[in-house]
C-alpha cells in the first residue's frame, strides 16, 4: 500500500490529535469530593482493620446489608414472597461468601449488573493436629493459604482467629492478637550473627513452609501440679488455657478453622497520609467498595444489581464457597424463582448470559524500585486511580478471559461519564510470572466480564499499601457502573 499525500498535511488541514495521558487522580477532585474521600477511607480502614478473615468480611458485610434493608432470599422463598423492582435482597452461604441484589425493572433475563470481589486473604493455616511441644517451647504448626512470600512472615505480631466446632458441636470464635491488651504470637528468624548459610541460600529455599511455626508459649506447667503422665508441660499449659477459656479440647482442632494473620489495625500511610496501609486489602479493598457501591447506589436500576464477595479465590476458586462452585449460578435460580410467575431453567441461563460483570480484585502498581519486572507504560501508576485490566493470566495470557473491546469501550465510556479516574493495567513485564482472578469462572457463563480494580504495592504481603485516591475512585466505579443506564 502506498501512502497517498493527504491535503491533511497541509499544516492548515491538520485534526488536534489528542494525547492519553494517565496522570495523578487528587487534582480532578474538588473540595467537596476530597472530603468524601477522607470519609470513605476512614471507613475503610475500620473495616479492614476488623475483616481480618473471609468469615470476619462476611459478618460485617452481612451487617451493613441488613442495616440497609435487604432481607434473606432464603427466607422469602421458605415464605412464598415474590420479589418487585427496588427489593433489595441477601443470600449467604456457608458464612464465608456473599450475594446482595437490588431488583431492576427490567426482567432478570436481559441479565444483571454484577460486581464480585473476594473476600480471602493469604495467610497461613493452623494445621488440623498443630500443637506440639519442642524443647519448653509450644508451638503451632502451620500451612500457609496463598502465595506468600515466607520470609515476609517471621518476626512480625501475628494474631489468631478462626472457629472451633467443639465434641459437642457448638461452635467458638477466636479472636487473640487485635486488642491492644492481647498477646501477640510470631514465627522466629535466625540471628544475622549465624545467618551466613542461610544467606547464601536463595529466598525460596532459604524458608521452608514447614518450617513455619507459631510460637504459642514457654513457661512448663510445674511437674508437681497434677497431669503427672503428661511430659509436655508448657503444651500443657496451652491446653489448660484452651480447656479454661474456650472449653476446647485437643481432639477439637481436628474440626476447626484458625487463620494467623498479621496483627493490628489498618493505617494512614505516608507523611502526607495519601495512603493507607495493611494486611488484606487483596482483595477487600475491592470487596469493601462493591459492598458500599451497591448499598449506596441511587434509584431503582433497569437491570437487576448484583454485588457478591466470595471466599477461596487466592487458592483458586475451588470448593463450595468459591466461585468454582454452583453457588452463583443456584443464587440467579433462586432469583428467577423469586422473581417470576414460573421457574424457567433459560430464564437463568439467559439472565448469567446476558450479564455484565466487573471482577473487583487489585493489580500491581509500578515499583520503581522494581523496573526489571515492569512494562512501565502498560503498568498502573500509584494514584492515577482505579486499573482496568483487560486480560490476567501468564505466559501468553495463559488463564485469562480477556475482555472484549466492545465491553474494555462500554466500561471506560461510564467511568469517563461518571468522572472516575482510571488506567489501564498489566501485572508486569511479559514472561516475569502471572496471576489471575475470579474472572473466568463467571465468563463461562458467556458474559462479559473485565477486571477491575484498586492497584497495590507489596501485594500479598503482611501489610500492602494502596492510595487513597486510588481506593476512592474503586468505590466510585463500582457505583458508576450500577447507576448506569
Ligand atoms: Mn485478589
Ligand atoms: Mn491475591
Not at 464457597?321 to 435460580?333: I, L
Request: glycine share 10%.
Amino acid at each position: 500500500m502506498t501512502a497517498k499525500k493527504s491535503t491533511k498535511d497541509d499544516p492548515k488541514n491538520r485534526q488536534t490529535v489528542t494525547p492519553w495521558k494517565v496522570e495523578t487522580a487528587w487534582e480532578k477532585l474538588s473540595a467537596a469530593e476530597l472530603k468524601q474521600l477522607e470519609a470513605y477511607c476512614a471507613d475503610y480502614i475500620r473495616f479492614l482493620s476488623d475483616a481480618k478473615t473471609e468469615r470476619l468480611a462476611h459478618d460485617i458485610a452481612l451487617a451493613m446489608a441488613q442495616k440497609a434493608g435487604f432481607v434473606d432470599m432464603d427466607e422469602l422463598a421458605a415464605a412464598g414472597k415474590k420479589l418487585k423492582a427496588g427489593a433489595k435482597v441477601y443470600r449467604s452461604y456457608h458464612g464465608k461468601t456473599l450475594f446482595l441484589a437490588q431488583i431492576g425493572k427490567e426482567p432478570l433475563e436481559k441479565g444483571l449488573s454484577l460486581i464480585g470481589a473476594h473476600i480471602d486473604s493469604p495467610r497461613l493455616d493452623a494445621k488440623p493436629n498443630p500443637l506440639y511441644q519442642d524443647d519448653c517451647m509450644a508451638l503451632l504448626d502451620t500451612h500457609y493459604y496463598g502465595g506468600i512470600k515466607k520470609y515476609q512472615w517471621v518476626t512480625i505480631p501475628l494474631a489468631l482467629h478462626g472457629v472451633v466446632i467443639r465434641r459437642d458441636g457448638t461452635k467458638v470464635s477466636l479472636n487473640i492478637g487485635e486488642d491492644p491488651g492481647d498477646p501477640v504470637l510470631t514465627i522466629t528468624d535466625l540471628l544475622p550473627h549465624l545467618g551466613a548459610e542461610q544467606g547464601r541460600k536463595n529466598l525460596s529455599e532459604a524458608f521452608s513452609g514447614e518450617a513455619l511455626n507459631v510460637l504459642v508459649a514457654s513457661r512448663p506447667v510445674p511437674k508437681d501440679d497434677g497431669d503427672k503422665d503428661y511430659k509436655e508441660r508448657t503444651k500443657l499449659r496451652v491446653l489448660r488455657l484452651l480447656k479454661d477459656t474456650y472449653g476446647i479440647e485437643e481432639e477439637d482442632f481436628a474440626s476447626a478453622e484458625l487463620e494467623l494473620v498479621p496483627a493490628g489495625p489498618a493505617r494512614e500511610l505516608g507523611l502526607d497520609r495519601s495512603m493507607i496501609m495493611g494486611y488484606g486489602q487483596d482483595d477487600r479493598v475491592c470487596a469493601y467498595a462493591t459492598i458500599r457501591a451497591i448499598l449506596d447506589a441511587k434509584g431503582i436500576p433497569g437491570r437487576t444489581r448484583a454485588a457478591v464477595i466470595c471466599d477461596k479465590e487466592e487458592i483458586g476458586s475451588y470448593g463450595a464457597t468459591g466461585m468454582d462452585s454452583r453457588f452463583m449460578e443456584n443464587t440467579v435460580a433462586e432469583l428467577a424463582a423469586l422473581m417470576g410467575d414460573s421457574y424457567s431453567e433459560l430464564t437463568v441461563r439467559r439472565a448469567l448470559a446476558r450479564s455484565r460483570m466487573l471482577s473487583a480484585d487489585v493489580n500491581a502498581l509500578h515499583d520503581p524500585a522494581f523496573p526489571e519486572v515492569s512494562s512501565p507504560n502498560n503498568m498502573a501508576k500509584m494514584g492515577c486511580g482505579i486499573v482496568i485490566s483487560k486480560y490476567t493470566g501468564a505466559r501468553g495470557k495463559s488463564g485469562s478471559s480477556d475482555a472484549s473491546a466492545e465491553f474494555v469501550g462500554e466500561i471506560r465510556r461510564i467511568f469517563n461519564d461518571a468522572g472516575v479516574a482510571w488506567q489501564m493495567g498489566e501485572l508486569g513485564k511479559v514472561d516475569c510470572g502471572g496471576g489471575g482472578t475470579i474472572a473466568l469462572y463467571l465468563a463461562r457463563y458467556g458474559m462479559d466480564v473485565v477486571d477491575c480494580g484498586v492497584g497495590l504495592l507489596s501485594m500479598h504481603a503482611p501489610q500492602e499499601s494502596a492510595s487513597k485516591v486510588d481506593i476512592y475512585m474503586g468505590y466510585k466505579a463500582y457505583k458508576a457502573f450500577f447507576e448506569a443506564k
